[in-house]
């Protein structure tokens, strides 16, 4: 079973519109949450992460997310979408039980309009 | 501080041939991790070293294996190249096994 859901396989958003990418996960206690982005050929660059207390957080290139546990969610958000920020985008948790491995989701395809 | 490297960037092989693919952590991290990036099977973890030790390891055959040295420095090696291991494969280290990883750029294995 899928650990790690992210249920957009592509967006698609205009320059300046609003943003937000889904991801769900079905573990029973809470794990560290990350996201990350990957721009062709390169590696994945962190763009935030969660592991405990306030359930709004904030990473860099304006992003935040929100960690909701009744729904088993961290959502990513971005008020106004760059060009720049065309890219795919990760979902990822570490769970307590199997420190070190990481568990990603297939990833979200941004494609961002002039 | 300098960020993950991974050497080398891109590789060509036939098959049949071994592969082995070197990963420098960031200065201070003593975890690495190693992951398969493929367009049909997304992001898969191959292992975790730790101090020297494998922690955890993916679902992977016996063909894939790899090692932490003392200074942190890891490699994985591939034996008996499948066209199927043609991949991205990503190393990420992190300073303890709970934290978070920092990903380096990556090597293109490419089996011809």
């Known amino acids: 079973a899928q650990s790690v859901t992210q249920p957009d396989i592509h967006i698609t958003v205009s320059e300046g519109a609003s943003l937000e990418l889904r991801c769900n996960y079905s573990?029973?206690?809470?794990?560290?949450l990350f996201w990350y982005v990957q721009s062709p050929g390169q590696g994945l660059q962190l763009l935030l992460k969660?592991?405990?207390?306030?359930?709004l957080v904030q990473g860099i290139k304006g992003f935040e997310a929100e960690f909701k546990r009744s729904q088993s969610s961290f959502n990513l958000r971005k008020p106004s979408v760059h060009w720049s920020d065309a890219a795919e985008y990760f979902c990822?948790?570490?769970?307590?039980?199997?420190?070190?491995?990481?568990?990603f989701g297939r990833g979200t395809q941004l494609t961002v309009w002039p | 501080k300098a960020g993950v490297t991974q050497t080398p960037r891109y590789l060509i092989k036939t098959r049949g041939q071994q592969v082995t693919l070197s990963c420098s952590p960031i200065?201070?991290?003593?975890?690495v991790s190693w992951y398969q990036q493929t367009p049909g099977q997304g992001l898969q973890f191959l292992f975790e070293?730790?101090?020297?030790?494998?922690?955890n390891k993916g679902n992977f055959p016996g063909r894939f294996s790899g090692r932490q040295f003392s200074n942190s420095r890891s490699e994985m090696n591939v034996s008996t190249l499948e066209l199927g291991d043609s991949a991205l494969y990503l190393c990420?280290?992190?300073?303890?096994?709970?934290?978070?990883?920092?990903f380096g750029p990556g090597t293109r294995l490419t089996v011809l």
């Open positions: 990822a948790v570490n769970r307590g039980s199997t420190l070190g491995r990481l568990y």
């Open positions: 070293y730790f101090s020297e030790t494998q922690r």
């Open positions: 969660y592991f405990s207390g306030d359930t």
């Open positions: 200065s201070g991290h003593r975890s």
């Open positions: 573990y029973g206690a809470t794990p560290y």
């Open positions: 990420a280290s992190s300073y303890d096994r709970a934290d978070t990883q920092y």
